[in-house]
C-alpha cells in the first residue's frame, strides 16, 4: 500500500542521510588526521636536518683547517627531496644541496621573503606555487649557525612534499569512493530491513483495514432497514404525539449521519486494497459543477450563504474521467465550504480549462479559515479541525481523505490555501485520462 511504501521510503532515506553524514564526518576526520601525521613527521624530519646542518657549519667555521672532505659532508645528508641553503650575515651563500631546478626560483624567493621578515626559529610552513603548469608545495624551515653565542648565519632546509600531498588527496578521494560504495550497500540494506520492520504494522493494518471494510458492508444493510422504518413511522398520521415525532426525526437523522460514515469507511476500505476502480468516460465537468451548485443551493440558503459559480460559465469543459468519482470530488468540497462559512458568507466554485484535456477546480469561501499547523493534517482520516464543530455538523473527518483519494486516482492535485479568519481555497488540478 501507498502509506507503507512512503513509509519504507522515508525510512530508508532517513537511514542514508544518517549514514551519509556518518561517512562524510568520518572522511573529512581520517584527511586531517592524515594530514596533520605526514605535516607533523615531515616538519619534524625538517627540523631535525636544520639543526644537523647548522651544527655541521658551525663546526667548520670554527675549524677552518678541517677540509670539508674530511668534515661531515652536509650534502650526505640531503636525501629523497631535501635541500638546504646555508647563509651568512652579509647575505653570501655559503654553503647549499640545491633543490630541483624547477623549484630553485621558487626556494630562493621564499629565502629572500624569509631574510626580510624572520620567523621564529622552529617555525614549519608550507609554500604552494604552480611551476610549469603543475602545482608544487615546499615545507621549509630555518635555524641560525650559532658560533661562540654569536650569531653568523641561517640555514634554510626545505623538502618538495607536492608527492606526499598529492597521495594525501588521491587517498582521500579513494575513501569518499568506498565511502559512496559503503553508502549505496548500507541504503539497500536499510531498504531491506525497513521491509522487514513494517510487516508486522502492514499485518495489523490488514486486519483493521479488513474489519473496516467487513463492518461497513454488514452495517450497510440494517441502516437502510432503520431508515426505512424510520420513515414509515414518520409518515405514519397515527402517529400524532410530538414527543414520539421528535424521537422518530433525532432516529432518521442519527441513521442518515451513520449511513453517511458507512458509506465513507467502506470507500476508505476499499482504497487501502486498492479495490477502487475508475469508470473513464467523457463528463462535461461544467454540468456536473452546476449539478453540484444546485443541490447544495438549498442548505447554502437556509444559512444565508451566497452560493456562485466561476470561470468558464458558458462552454462546456469535458475530460476523460470518473462521473461518480468527480462528482462525488466536487460536492465533498463545496460541502465542507457551506458547513464551515459562518452566515452571510459566500462560497464560490470556479471551473477554467487552462489547455485542452486540462481543468482547474477551486472552491473558496469566506469561513473560519485553517491554520498553517492543521493545513498539513487536514487531509489525514478522520482529523478533524474543529472537533466540536465538526461533530454537530454530522463531519467524520473522511471526506477530505476521499477527496484526496479521487484526486491522486485520476492523477491529479489538490492543495489548500488559507489563513485563519480569512477563508479557505481549495485547488484541483485534473486532467483526461487515457
Not at 678541517?66 to 650526505?76: G, I, L, P
Amino acid at each position: 500500500m501507498n502509506v507503507f511504501r512512503e513509509s519504507r521510503k522515508q525510512l530508508t532515506l532517513f537511514y542514508t542521510v544518517i549514514m551519509a553524514c556518518f561517512l562524510i564526518v568520518l572522511i573529512i576526520a581520517m584527511h586531517f588526521s592524515m594530514k596533520w601525521a605526514v605535516s607533523s613527521e615531515q616538519a619534524r624530519e625538517l627540523m631535525d636536518m636544520a639543526k644537523n646542518v647548522a651544527a655541521s657549519q658551525s663546526f667548520l667555521l670554527q675549524h677552518p683547517e678541517v677540509h670539508f672532505e674530511e668534515s661531515y659532508d652536509m650534502r650526505s645528508t640531503s636525501q629523497d627531496r631535501l635541500f638546504f641553503y646555508v647563509f651568512d650575515e652579509e647575505g653570501r651563500m655559503v654553503n647549499f644541496s640545491r633543490s630541483s631546478f624547477l623549484i630553485e626560483p621558487f626556494v630562493l624567493d621564499i629565502i629572500h621573503e624569509w631574510r626580510q621578515n624572520p620567523i621564529d626559529e622552529g617555525d614549519v610552513a608550507v609554500f604552494s606555487r604552480t611551476v610549469k603548469h603543475r602545482p608544487a608545495r615546499i615545507m621549509m624551515t630555518m635555524h641560525p649557525v650559532i658560533v661562540e653565542d654569536e650569531l653568523v648565519g641561517m640555514v634554510y632546509v626545505g623538502k618538495e612534499v607536492s608527492a606526499v600531498y598529492n597521495g594525501l588527496q588521491k587517498s582521500t578521494y579513494a575513501m569518499a569512493a568506498l565511502a559512496v560504495i559503503a553508502l549505496i550497500i548500507a541504503s539497500v540494506v536499510g531498504y531491506v530491513m525497513a521491509g522487514r520492520a513494517i510487516v508486522p504494522l502492514r499485518e495489523a493494518y490488514e486486519k483493521q483495514r479488513q474489519f473496516a471494510a467487513d463492518a461497513s458492508h454488514e452495517l450497510r444493510t440494517p441502516l437502510a432497514v432503520v431508515m426505512a422504518s424510520a420513515e414509515l413511522l414518520e409518515n405514519d398520521k397515527s402517529i400524532t404525539s410530538p414527543f414520539l415525532k421528535q424521537v422518530i426525526s433525532d432516529v432518521r437523522d442519527e441513521v442518515k449521519k451513520m449511513t453517511k460514515l458507512v458509506s465513507d469507511l467502506l470507500v476508505v476500505a476499499r482504497s487501502d486494497n486498492n479495490a477502487l476502480k475508475l469508470k473513464i468516460a467523457k463528463v462535461n465537468l461544467t454540468a456536473a459543477a452546476d449539478q453540484t451548485i444546485r443541490m447544495m443551493q438549498p442548505l447554502a440558503e437556509k444559512k444565508g450563504i451566497t452560493l456562485t459559480r466561476e470561470g468558464d460559465t458558458e462552454s462546456e469543459i469535458i475530460l476523460k474521467v470518473d462521473e461518480q468519482k468527480i462528482k462525488q470530488l466536487i460536492l465533498i468540497l463545496v460541502d465542507n465550504a457551506v458547513k464551515y462559512t459562518p452566515e452571510g458568507g459566500k462560497v464560490t466554485l470556479t471551473l477554467t480549462s487552462p489547455a485542452k484535456d486540462r481543468a482547474n477546480l477551486s472552491v473558496a469561501d469566506t469561513g473560519i479559515g485553517i491554520s498553517k499547523e492543521d493545513q498539513e493534517k487536514i487531509f489525514d482520516r478522520f482529523y478533524r479541525v474543529d472537533k466540536a464543530r465538526s461533530r454537530e455538523m454530522g463531519g467524520n473527518g473522511l471526506g477530505l481523505a476521499i477527496a484526496q483519494e479521487i484526486v491522486s486516482l485520476h492523477k491529479g492535485t489538490i492543495k489548500v490555501e488559507s489563513e485563519p479568519g480569512n477563508g479557505t481555497t481549495f485547488k484541483v488540478a485534473l486532467k483526461s485520462l487515457q
